[in-house]
């Protein structure tokens, strides 16, 4: 299994980070991306992964698109010129807790993208409730043959069907999947297929059910997994089959690292 979006960095793993990623290997994940979410998280992510032998990405997630950088694309240099990072984010736009202000998170997004464009970079995107501009914002700069993924995808299917369809992103699909109340999301994952999604944990967070409430790791996946394949009514050996080559594909540096 690939944990395409985690955050094993994350101070919460500081007392037990070599056991969780033992247990993460027991469980079957062979790799991980630990995402950065602005330019000092994005440092700890990449030296964790050089530690542990992971991936990373480094990205400026829009609720701390108020401190961004004036220069993102020369803040990020140094990070592009290490082989461990493997995309760009995670970046978008959340209204629903509007931590930064809306045309600060838009600005970021669209300078993320335009780095990502320029260095042949696949896009982790965060996006809770703005679709509108999201969706505007990536026909302006998200051009043909770029690669992304719309992370802890919670839309609806009209959403998904837009993401796939026009824009040829992934879905990453984590432990909200297991919800009681993720009724929406199951139906617009089973309109697409899971021939356009791919798994993640986004742990620290969103354990899925039966560890909800817990604090979440990457041996949980496998229980998202199952609930993929229940959805779908597929074998879990194909579900993580196809959500593993969707994530090599993505991710094409992907495959010099193991967990």
Known sequence: MIDTHAHVHDT????????????AKDAGIERLITVGCDLSDSKRALECAHRYG??????????????????????????LADPRIVAIGETGLDYYYGHSPRETQMDCMRAQIR???????????????????????????????????????????????????????????GGVITFKSAQVIRDAVLAVGVE??????????????????????????????QALATLCGRSLEDVLAATDSNARTLFTLLTEHTA
Request: aromatic fraction near 10%.
């Open 12 to 23: 919460s793993f500081d007392d037990d980070r070599d056991p969780m990623l033992l247990r």
């Open 115 to 173: 780095i990502a464009r320029a260095h042949h970079y696949p896009v982790i995107f965060h996006h809770r409730d703005a679709f509108d501009d999201f969706h505007r914002i990536l026909k302006d700069e998200f051009v043909s043959g770029m690669r992304g993924v719309v992370h802890c995808f919670t839309g609806n299917t009209e959403q998904a069907r837009t993401y796939v369809d026009e824009f040829g992103l992934k879905l990453g699909i």
């Open 54 to 79: 992971l991936s990373a990405s480094v990205g400026i997630h829009p609720h701390e698109a108020k401190d961004a950088p004036t220069d993102i694309e020369a803040a990020f240099a140094p990070f």
């Open 196 to 225: 356009h999604c791919i798994l993640e944990t986004d742990c620290p967070y969103l354990a899925p059910v039966p560890h909800r409430g817990k604090r979440n790791e990457p041996a949980f996946m496998r229980d998202t997994a």
